[in-house]
């Protein structure tokens, strides 16, 4: 029997109508995309200029910089509104909505994702702390990352005395997964993928949107060769089957078993001793300020009220953290995770984060936006682009180009403690690390701690509303939080308190009676 579910790229885009809410899922490096599918979308349009007006949605950030993920989508007429969660993957986007060609706009990475659940179980949007007091409060931004966009995504609401958001729902005309197999009925399998992300949420928002669930994989199998427990989703989610033959775990990687936790026993101790290998390599080199901040930010895991804490790490500076730990064998004094749903393993850096090798868990994002947003995250790495005389930090939207929190705002709001990790100035840094110390050649053209940040990502007054701990680490000094502002209270050896710290800030901070010094062991070279 032939399951006329099984397609051609070029038939299943033409399912989709001008003007139709698209929902995307994927993440850094190419991890789920359905990059097959996104170059069919880009062939059809330039070829034909259908589909048109488009929104799009997605709770993280996809794309090379170049010409995948967004890119594809990065066309004048193609797409109306986007609806991001994370925007530097794709310049040509962000060009499209600071040329106000499209209406731009931001959620949490979290709130997107739990939104698909909400949209798909038919009730009335997202009711969530996450995001009073930032940029999506409709009392501040709303959401709005540019003049075109008019509408705000949420709306203020109070219940039994409370304040709470409420993230309007909408129908998901379309949704396109990735996954890995499909058998002939049309059931679909995760077997091989890095990671699950919010792709059951998503399928379910579009299947009860009465609109249609695009799955590419990247081969077909045998009816019932899938387990009951294999099946991930259901064929009678899905409308449309597409097959890459050639699908990849990323977009440089073609499959590494390590990535989709399928490695056991021996191949994985192999694979982990390599792992260490690698992230000793990066920690004993050259020393920079990434290492230097990271060295200093692993202490604040053991000042935690837990003997093993539940951590979450960032990207940036903050999974340089997560990579030290590694290269100590000391990851198995906290419990790593990151908003993909990622429990464990060797984080990968840079254009690749999201992905870890031998994980030792792989959930569902929404289900690990609700452990982080129900406050079970013991504390939070997390980098900043700039932050202010208020605590408030800015990580959306820096010199006027739409960034998008991921999931910083879900984290930072929730975590019981905030380790901020950065460098104090930008572009044009010149540092002498090493001797036990630090000495600045150049200070750096763009102040990141600034009189008032450009967009509020992060809310000082309600971190000290909810006595959250924070904390603000750079390489050459390291600020906290308190009642009565920020408060300078360490110093890195070398340093000039007023050359190199006070002239390179924005507003003056309050200064420690107690002003200590940090170990010259962060600066030294192993």
């Known amino acids: 029997m032939t399951n006329e579910k099984f397609m051609s790229a ?6 989709i109508r001008d003007g139709d809410t698209v929902g995307l899922m994927g993440g850094g490096g190419g991890l789920m995309e359905a990059s097959y599918l996104f170059d069919a979308i880009q062939t059809h349009y330039l070829s034909t200029q259908t589909p048109r007006m488009l929104t799009v949605i997605h709770a993280l950030g996809l794309g090379d910089k170049r010409t995948k993920g967004m890119n594809c989508f990065a066309h004048e007429g193609l797409v109306k509104r986007v609806i991001g969660g994370h925007w530097v993957w794709s310049p040509a986007m962000q060009q499209l909505a600071i040329d106000e060609k499209i209406e731009a706009y931001i959620l949490p990475a979290g709130v997107c994702s739990q939104l698909m659940r909400e949209i798909g179980a038919g009730r009335p949007g997202l009711f969530t702390h996450v995001g009073l007091g930032t940029v999506c409060d409709p009392r501040l931004d709303g959401g709005k990352m540019n003049a075109s966009a008019t509408e705000d995504l949420s709306e203020v609401i109070q219940i039994a005395g409370r304040e709470y958001l409420r993230y309007k729902p909408f129908p ?23 990671a699950n992300l919010d792709a059951q949420s998503l399928a379910l928002a ?81 020393l920079t ?31 340089a953290v997560a990579k030290l730990l590694a290269a100590r064998g000391e990851q198995n004094q906290i419990y790593q995770t990151i908003e993909h749903g ?16 031998n994980a030792t868990a792989i959930l569902d994002a929404p289900t690990q936006f609700d452990l982080y947003c129900g406050g079970g995250l013991d504390i939070a790495f997390l980098g900043f682009g700039e932050f202010d005389k208020d605590g408030n ?49 150049e200070q750096g053209s763009i ?11 992060f809310s000082g007054q309600s971190s000290l509303a909810r006595e959250q701990q924070v904390l603000y680490l750079t390489e050459r000094a390291n600020f906290r939080l308190t009642p009565q502002g920020i408060e300078l209270f360490e110093i890195a050896p070398g340093i000039d308190l007023r050359r190199d710290v006070l002239d ?13 010094t940090m170990s010259a062991q962060y600066f030294m070279h192993d």
């Open 10 to 15: 070029q038939q299943a885009v033409e399912l």
């Open 504 to 516: 390179q800030m924005g507003f003056l901070p309050i200064v420690a009676t107690d002003l200590q």
């Open 447 to 457: 102040k990141k701690l600034v009189d008032t940040v450009e967009q509020i990502s």
């Open 172 to 194: 998901i005309h379309v949704a396109i997964i990735r996954a890995s197999a499909a058998d002939e009925d049309g059931n679909i399998s995760f077997e091989h993928e890095a």
């Open 206 to 286: 579009a299947h009860n949107s009465r609109g249609k669930v695009i799955v590419q994989v990247k081969e077909r199998v045998p009816r019932g060769s899938l387990k009951a427990r294999e099946v991930y989703i259901p064929a009678a989610w899905v409308d449309a089957i597409v097959i890459d033959p050639d699908q990849r775990t990323s977009y440089d990687i073609p499959f590494d078993p390590a990535f989709s936790g399928e490695l056991t026993g021996a191949p994985r101790a192999a694979s982990e001793a390599l792992d260490r290998t690698t992230a000793f390599a990066e920690s004993s080199g050259a």
């Open 289 to 319: 300020a990434r290492q230097t901040i990271a060295r200093r930010a692993a202490i604040e895991c053991l000042n935690t009220d837990k003997k093993r804490p539940l951590v979450n790490f960032g990207v940036g500076v903050p999974d």
């Open 393 to 441: 930090v800015n990580a959306t939207k820096l010199g006027g180009l739409a960034v998008g929190p991921g999931g910083f705002i879900d984290i930072a709001q929730n975590a019981r403690k905030v380790v901020f990790c950065g460098t104090l100035t930008a572009k044009g840094v010149q540092l002498d690390i090493g001797n036990g110390q630090i000495v600045v050649r």
């Open 342 to 357: 990622i429990y464990g393993g060797s984080l990968v850096d840079g254009t690749m984060f999201g992905y870890a090798r």
